[in-house]
Structures are given as structure tokens and as C-alpha cells.
């Protein structure tokens, strides 16, 4: 059974930069992507960004361009997020998530079929 923990939220100003963590653990297979999904109060899950197993692809949502930056270490099996530039908008549950099949496209939830308990970041202005 594959686990997945998210590690290194908390509460930050606008500005500040974070750096999540998931290590994934029990999977006896290499997941064809990993992704990242956040979930404000009030909100639906939406994706953020998602890199695939070889690292030769990596996607982000619009809002996050330029200021995050996803990237993995397969010998650790641990994909991290660095987000720097955080803005109050960016405060919610932060979830990563592995594929084990091939999709089509990373950028949704159906994509994934292993989710992490989530992450809380608070970007205070």
C-alpha cells in the first residue's frame, strides 16, 4: 500500500517562501507522475503542479508559475514543492498525490490514484 506524507507547511507572510515535502513510502512500483493539489475553505481541490517519474516533464497551474517549483529525488523518493512569493491567496490544505497508471493528462484529480493526509500553509498578509 502506498503512503504518501506531506511535510514543511505552516505559517508564513506574503513574500516568504515554503518548501513542501512528500515522501512516498510501500509502493513497489515507480509512479508514472506525482502532483500537488491544494484545497482552500470553501474551495474545491485544484491542481497546482505535477512532475512525471523521469522528471522530463513538469506542469504548473497558471497561478503558480514562476513562483513555484516542482522537482523530485527518486533515490529519496520524495517530490518537494518550492513556493516562494506567497501570497495570502495561496493559504490552503496542500495535498500530493501518485499516479500508477499512464493518463493523459496530469492536471486533475481523477488523474491520481494516491493521495497524501495534507499539508497546511497560511500566508498571513
Known amino acids: 500500500q502506498v503512503h504518501l506524507v506531506e511535510s514543511g507547511g505552516g505559517l508564513v507572510q506574503a513574500g516568504d517562501s515554503l518548501r513542501l515535502s512528500c515522501a512516498a513510502s510501500g509502493r513497489t512500483f515507480s509512479p508514472y507522475a506525482t502532483g500537488w493539489f491544494r484545497q482552500a475553505p470553501g474551495k474545491e481541490r485544484e491542481f497546482v503542479a505535477a512532475?512525471?517519474?523521469?522528471?522530463?516533464?513538469?506542469y504548473y497551474a497558471d497561478f503558480v508559475k514562476g513562483r513555484f517549483t516542482i522537482s523530485r529525488d527518486n533515490t529519496k523518493n520524495t517530490v518537494y514543492l518550492q513556493m516562494d512569493s506567497l501570497k495570502p491567496e495561496d493559504t490552503a490544505d496542500y495535498y500530493c498525490?501518485?499516479?500508477?497508471?499512464?493518463?493523459?493528462?496530469?492536471?486533475?484529480?481523477?488523474?491520481?490514484?494516491?493521495w497524501g493526509p495534507g499539508a497546511q500553509v497560511t500566508v498571513s498578509s
Open positions: 498525490a501518485e499516479a500508477g497508471f499512464p493518463r493523459l493528462c496530469w492536471r486533475t484529480a481523477e488523474a491520481f490514484d494516491y
Open positions: 512532475i512525471t517519474w523521469s522528471m522530463r516533464r513538469t
